[in-house]
């Protein structure tokens, strides 16, 4: 709703089927988090891409946004309970700077890794990898 409502195109590309280790409530609060943040920092008539890969025994998930980025004096901070960063989207929504820490916790407990690429002005990209099922 909110991507429709600022015109944001969403698209996913995947080359390939692809299975995952990981618990699929912890998994869906971890796109859904990450997708609502690219759609909140993005402007009207932008763009988020999703794009999964399976890359060294992981599944990596990058979810990048063409939106106004993260300065670099906030990157260090976004996934750190002690430094809560807030910002407002850029159409006024609030948040509460937690949803990125729970992000981490749930990657990390999965045995993955949580990163971010970012430029004021660019956009950002987070990315994360997941192990794959392995039967």
């Known amino acids: ?6 015109n944001i195109l969403i698209e996913v590309l995947s080359g390939q089927e692809i299975c995952i280790y990981a618990d699929v ?6 796109i859904r ?9 993005t402007n009207g008539n932008g763009g988020v891409t999703i794009q999964i890969k399976q890359e060294k025994g992981f599944c990596k998930i ?5 939106g106004v980025g993260i300065p670099k004096e906030n990157i260090s901070k976004i996934f750190r309970i002690d430094s ?3 910002t407002r989207g850029t159409d006024g929504e609030k948040g509460t700077g937690l949803g990125l820490i729970l992000c981490k916790e749930f990657i990390e ?3 993955g890794k949580l990163w971010v690429e970012s430029e004021s002005g660019k ?7 997941l192990p794959l099922f392995s039967a």
Do not use: P, Q, R, W
């Open 62 to 66: 990058s979810v990048k946004d063409n």
């Open 109 to 111: 407990k999965h045995g």
């Open 1 to 6: 709703e909110a991507a429709m409502k600022k």
């Open 123 to 129: 956009g950002s990209n987070f990315v994360f990898t």
């Open 25 to 30: 409530n912890m998994f869906s609060t971890i």
């Open 84 to 86: 809560n960063v807030s």
């Open 33 to 41: 988090n990450l997708v609502a943040n690219a759609i909140k920092f």
